[in-house]
C-alpha cells in the first residue's frame, strides 16, 4: 500500500511517501479503506519527538489519526460493523506506528462511529478530533447552559470553529478570538468576532463588561496575561492546549475518543448543528505541506489529506467556496 511516514524525529521533511505493508487487524478491530485523513497539532508534536517520554514507537510511523473511510474487513470479534461501512474514526493506539496516512488502517472498533451522510470524505476525516474536543469540553467539562457569554479564544482553528458552533446550540452567546481576515468567517457561524492580539482585553469588555462565563482556550499563548483576567468572578475556564489551566483553576482537556461521545458527535454534525471548515487539502504525497501548513498555526479550519483524490475531488476548501 502507499503510505507517508517517516523513520526518525525531525521536521517535515522526514516525512516519505512510499510502500508499506498492508497491516494486520486485530481480532475486535477492521481494516479500513482510507478515503481522507486530516492533521492535528499532536501528529506533528509526535513527528518532532515530543511524545517520546509518553510512547512506545515503532518506526517507521505513519502519522494521523482523524479518518474517514470504508470498511474492508472485520475481525472476528466484530459485531458493531460490516463490510462496506463507512466511517469515520478517530484512531490513537498505545503506541505510536500504524496511523491514518495510508491506503489502509486498522482500527479498534471503539474509535468508530458510522459516517455522517451529509459530510463529504475530507470533511468527514476534519471532524472527529474538533468534535470530540469541543463536545468534551464545553458539555462534559465546562457545562455551559443557556443564556451564559462563552469566550473561544482561537475560533476560527479546527476546535475553536466547531466550539463556536456548539456553544450556538447550546443558547450562549459567543465571543470569538480571531485575526481580522477571519472575522467574516466567524459571525458565519454565530460569534462575535476580536481580535486576538491588538486590544482584545477592551474588545471583549466592551462586549461583556461584567466579564465572560466560560472561556475556552484553544490557543494556550498568553492565557493568564491577556484573557483569563476577562473572566467574570465565579466563571469558568478549560484549555484544550496547556496543561498549566490546571495551576491556574482551570481544567485541562486532553481529548479522549469515547466510544460514547463519538457516535454523538457525528448525529450533531448529521443534523447540521455544526460543520468543520476544511482549510486545505492536500494529495497523499504532498502531507509534508500539509504539516506545515498545521504547524503554522495559520489555517482556517482543518488541514486535511486526500488519501483516495477522486473520492475527495468535489469537496474545496472553505476559502474557495
Known amino acids: 500500500m502507499k503510505a507517508v511516514f517517516y523513520r526518525r524525529y525531525g521536521d517535515a521533511s522526514v516525512l516519505e511517501y512510499g510502500d508499506l505493508p498492508v497491516p494486520k487487524m486485530a481480532l475486535d478491530g477492521v481494516l479500513l479503506d482510507v478515503k481522507a485523513a486530516s492533521v492535528n497539532p499532536i501528529d506533528w508534536k509526535a513527528r518532532e519527538g515530543y511524545l517520546d517520554p509518553f510512547a512506545d514507537t515503532v518506526f517507521p510511523i505513519v502519522p494521523g489519526a482523524d479518518v474517514s473511510g470504508v470498511v474492508r474487513e472485520i475481525g472476528i470479534g466484530v459485531t458493531e460493523f460490516a463490510v462496506g461501512d463507512e466511517v469515520v474514526g478517530c484512531v490513537r493506539e498505545d503506541y505510536l506506528s500504524r496511523g491514518a496516512f495510508a491506503e489502509v488502517m486498522p482500527a479498534p472498533v471503539r474509535a468508530l462511529a458510522l459516517k455522517p451522510q451529509n459530510l463529504g470524505w475530507a470533511e468527514a476525516a476534519a471532524m472527529p478530533l474538533a468534535a470530540l474536543t469541543s463536545y468534551q469540553a464545553l458539555v462534559r467539562v465546562l457545562d455551559v447552559r443557556r443564556g451564559e457569554t462563552v469566550l473561544v479564544h482561537g475560533a476560527a482553528g479546527g476546535v475553536g470553529s466547531v466550539a463556536v458552533q456548539l456553544a450556538v446550540h447550546l443558547g450562549a452567546r459567543v465571543i470569538g478570538t480571531a485575526s481580522d481576515r477571519n472575522h467574516a468567517f466567524l459571525r458565519e457561524l454565530g460569534a462575535e468576532p476580536v481580535n486576538y492580539a491588538a486590544g482584545?482585553?477592551?474588545?471583549?469588555?466592551?462586549?461583556?463588561?461584567?466579564?465572560?462565563?466560560?472561556?475556552?482556550?484553544?490557543?494556550?499563548?498568553?492565557?493568564?496575561?491577556?484573557?483569563?483576567?476577562?473572566?467574570?468572578?465565579?466563571?469558568?475556564?478549560?484549555?484544550?492546549?496547556?496543561?498549566?489551566?490546571?495551576?491556574?483553576?482551570?481544567?485541562?482537556?486532553?481529548?479522549?475518543?469515547?466510544?460514547?461521545?463519538?457516535?454523538?458527535?457525528?448525529?450533531?454534525?448529521?443534523?447540521?448543528?455544526?460543520r468543520v471548515p476544511v482549510g486545505a487539502v492536500y494529495p497523499l504525497p504532498d502531507a509534508a505541506q500539509a504539516h506545515l501548513l498545521s504547524q503554522g498555526g495559520h489555517a482556517r479550519g482543518k488541514v486535511v489529506v486526500a488519501v483516495d483524490v477522486a473520492a475527495c475531488a468535489e469537496e474545496r476548501p472553505y476559502d474557495e467556496r
Open 200 to 274: 482584545l482585553a477592551d474588545s471583549v469588555r466592551a462586549l461583556a463588561p461584567a466579564g465572560v462565563d466560560v472561556l475556552l482556550d484553544a490557543v494556550g499563548k498568553r492565557i493568564q496575561r491577556t484573557v483569563l483576567p476577562l473572566l467574570a468572578p465565579h466563571g469558568r475556564f478549560a484549555s484544550v492546549v496547556d496543561p498549566k489551566a490546571r495551576e491556574l483553576g482551570g481544567a485541562y482537556v486532553f481529548t479522549r475518543p469515547d466510544t460514547g461521545d463519538l457516535p454523538v458527535v457525528a448525529a450533531l454534525a448529521g443534523k447540521g448543528v455544526f
